[in-house]
Structure formats: C-alpha cells, structure tokens
C-alpha cells in the first residue's frame, strides 16, 4: 500500500499547493496602468519572460505528458506530475512579481486563480488515490474519487489552453471595449478548427475501436457538432431586432448552411440497414465555409491577404476529406486489411485544420493593426503561423472524451503523446515474414517469450557476421560428411 512514508515527495508538494488556496485569491490589479488603457507602455520584463515559458512548459508539455502516462499505468506518471507541480507553482508567482510592463484588470489574472485552485484539487485527489485507502465509507467513495480524477484531468488541458489565450490577449492590451466581440470570435472558432484536427488526429491513429463500441461513423458525430454549431451561429451573428451590419449577413447564412447540412450529414451517416456509412457532407460544409472566407472584406489589405488565405488553407481541408474518404479509403473507416495502418496521405486533413486555426486566431483586428505599422508582410506572418501549426501538431493538448481512449482517464495528445499512448498499449507486432529464420530474444524473468525488437536483430546479425567463417567451416564439413559415407554412398 503506498503511503506518505513511501511517497515522501508528495507531503511537502501538497502542504504548498493548500497554502496556496489562501493566497490565490489575494491578487489585484497594478496603478501603474494609464487611465483608459489595458497596459502601460514599458516592455515585457526578464521575469515576466521567464513566467511565461515556465508555465507553457508546465502546462503545455509536462501535464499532457504526465496525463498520458497516468493512462498507460506508468510509474512515471507521479514523478512527471510532481515536476509539472513544481514548476508550475514558482511560475504563479512569478506573474505576480514582474516589474516593467504592468496590465489592468483581465481575464488571465483571474482565471489564473481558478486554474491553480484546479490544480490543487487534481493534486489532493491523485494523493489520496495513491493512498489505496479502500476500507468503509473512503472505499465506498473511492470510484467517485477516480471519476472525479479523470474529469479534472480533462478540463486542466482545456483550461491550460483557455489561459495561454488569455494570456497572450493581455500581453498586447488587446480584445478591449468594441474589440471584444469579434476578437471572441475569431479565438472561439480558431480554437475549435484546433480541437477538430486534434479530434481527427486521435481518431486516425488510435478511435477505430471507439468508432467500432459506438456503432457509428466518424460523419455522424462531425454531422451533430456542425448542425449544433450552425444553430448557435444563426442565431447569435447578428443582433435580432437591430439593423444589419458589416458582415452580419454572411455570418448567419454561414450557420443557416451549417445546421440545413448538418442534418442531411446525420441521415446519410447509415444505410438502409442500419450499418454505419461514411459520407462526404462534413467535407463539403467545411470547403464552402472556407471558400466563404476567403472572400470576407477586410478594412486592411494585410487583413484580407491573411484571410483568404485562411480560407483557401480551409477549403484545402475539406478538399482531401473529400480525397481521402473516396479514394484513399474508399468508403471504408481504415485502410483494408490492417486498421492500425494510416496512409501519409490521410494526416494532410487535420493539419490543415491545425493551420486553419491558427491564421483564424492570429487573424483579429487588432492583430492585423500592429504587424501593418510594423511593416510586417502577410506571406512571413502566414509562415511563422503554420510553423507554430506544425509543432502543435507534433506535440500539442486538448481534451478528447473519456471513451475514445481509456474508461479511467481523458488525454491531452498529438503526434507525440499519442504514440507515447500507442507504444504502451498497443501488443508489438509479430516479426515479418523474412524474420522468420531470425533468433528471437530470450523469454522475460516470469518465463514468457519476447517478440525480438529492432535492438536484438541488430545484435543477433552482428553475431552471425561475426562468426561467418566458421559457421561456413562448419557447414562445409558437414555437408561433407553428409554426402559420403563410409562406403561411398550418401546416408
């Protein structure tokens, strides 16, 4: 049974963490600020620097990762989340004590309390579940505690991602007064092209068998969010009752068109009997939203060019939906004969969401405004943005339903963190065909036999080149012998 004389690391962590809820709170705003203005004019300082990438390595990099090894029951999980615990407790602080540029009142000062007191509960509840405490009324309450767990381990990466927003808003002062509405906009709707790529990546990689428990195909559930999105968005674009502005129009029939295909995507979603079936609305809905975009007039013409280009990286997407469903698959939810086997051709949809998201985010008014008076061009703003796409899409976190994965946890992952997942799950595979004749490594301590890796092979062929000569020898003289016998005649 684990305890704190087993676990002495996690005592003094969680005395930290429960002083830290009184002081969460505590925080206020700074004087320093102009009046009318979000920030004061000085730079971002040292310390300010170092808050923000102790915490982006805390919960950008360590939590997802610790999250993932919870899942696969590693014995690293404690100690990656103790680390992440560790750094990201100093790194609260260190937003607090900055000198050099000082902001007013915003969302990323107080949600920043909320999170902390997130990760105090997520902490206290994976003590006390390392306690193995199973007796009466703790053991009666225990599987709450492990659902309750899980839940949290969900909504801390979302949460994670929510601040980092935030926080970059607050940096620059922006997302104020009149800015408000369409600044939302653009982060809510970058964030979910986001969640979508990611959603598509842990499907493609790992959701056949959730696809298979679920009895559906991957249309039905694209079909549900976009019919309930379009229905949000019709009816929540524009001001009912007031006149029409700017582009209100475009944005309400946008959601019109989204919920009408939405509900022609859920009823193609099976045949006749029943059975799950791929279909090609949701690819459909998203190329005509791009290409709706690609045409949205802009005030700046840095804004427009980063817009269509939005668009056209949006179209892109449902393009090869289109391409992989028909032609790569074929109709099918994998690749024939193997589904653990994913096709190069099929990663191009969710990284074009990726990219999506991130033009769409870095798209905004404000945004726009700044890099015009600093000269900057659309084409290196646009590469810098999918560049930041390619590595969230090598290591990046959000939230995925419990069931797509595990009935114990949620996961934060991409590339990396899924094959982390994968490689601690998934049985290795049988050797290959021309492996057969191959020496395989010797069986484990409990007496079960071991799959040689790419390690043993390599060994085991060194071995062989090593004694070439005399297994030839060898061979040599006894195919002799073999031949001849002692009469002359073979035996």
Request: one cysteine or more.
């Amino acid at each position: 049974m684990a305890t704190f004389r087993t676990r002495p690391g996690m005592l003094p962590l969680v005395s930290t963490l429960l002083c830290l809820a009184a002081t969460a709170l505590a925080h206020g705003g700074h004087d320093a600020v102009p009046e009318g203005e979000a920030i004061s004019p000085e730079p971002i300082d040292t310390t300010l620097w170092i808050h923000i990438l102790l915490q982006t390595l805390a919960w950008g990099i360590l939590f997802p990762t610790g999250m993932v090894l919870g899942l696969v029951k590693s014995r690293w999980h404690v100690p990656v989340q103790i680390l992440g615990s560790a750094i990201a407790i100093p790194g609260y602080f260190l937003g607090h004590l900055h000198k050099g540029r000082q902001f007013g009142k915003n969302a990323h000062a107080g949600f920043a309390n909320w999170l902390m007191l997130l990760l105090i509960v997520q902490v206290v509840l994976g003590v006390y579940l390392r306690l193995h405490l199973e007796k009466g009324f703790l053991g009666r309450v225990r599987p709450l505690q492990i659902k309750a767990h899980g839940i949290l381990g969900g909504i801390i990466p979302v949460a994670a991602w929510v601040q980092m927003l935030f926080g970059g808003i607050a940096a620059q002062g922006f997302c104020q007064g009149e800015h408000t509405g369409q600044c939302a906009a653009h982060f809510i709707m970058g964030s979910a092209f986001v969640g979508y790529g990611i959603v598509l990546t842990i499907l493609l990689v790992n959701g056949s068998g959730f696809l298979k428990r679920t009895g559906r195909s991957q249309e039905f559930w694209d079909s549900c969010v976009i019919a309930a999105w379009g229905c949000v968005n019709t009816f929540t674009e524009h001001r009912w009752g007031g006149p029409w502005v700017r582009n209100d129009l475009q944005h309400t029939s946008m959601g019109i068109i989204w919920w009408a295909a939405g509900l022609v995507g859920i009823w193609l979603s099976r045949d006749k009997q029943g059975r799950p079936k791929r279909n090609l609305i949701p690819a459909i809905v998203i190329f005509m939203t791009g290409w709706g975009m690609s045409a949205h007039p802009q005030s700046l013409e840095l804004s427009t060019h980063v817009h269509s280009f939005f668009g056209y990286t949006l179209m892109s997407v449902g393009v090869t939906r289109i391409v992989e469903i028909s032609f790569v698959l074929k109709d099918r939810s994998t690749i024939e004969g193997d589904e653990d086997e994913v096709n190069s051709f099929q990663y191009l949809p969710p990284f074009l969401l990726y990219a999506s998201g991130f033009l769409f985010m870095g798209a905004t008014e404000e945004q726009m405004a700044l890099l015009a008076s600093n000269n900057v061009t659309h084409v290196a703003y646009i590469l810098i943005l999918f560049s930041i796409s390619f590595l969230l899409f090598l290591c990046g976190s959000t939230l995925l339903p419990t069931s797509l994965l595990s009935s114990a946890d949620n996961a934060a992952v991409v590339l990396m963190l899924l094959s982390l997942y994968s490689a601690n799950t998934k049985p290795s595979s049988l050797p290959r065909k021309d492996d057969g004749e191959r020496p395989l490594a010797n069986g484990l301590a409990n007496g079960h036999p071991r799959i040689a890796n790419a390690t043993d092979r390599a060994a085991a062929d060194a071995q062989e080149f090593e004694l070439e000569g005399l297994m030839s020898d060898d061979n040599d003289a006894e195919g002799g012998a073999m031949t001849k016998g002692t009469n002359g005649h073979p035996r």
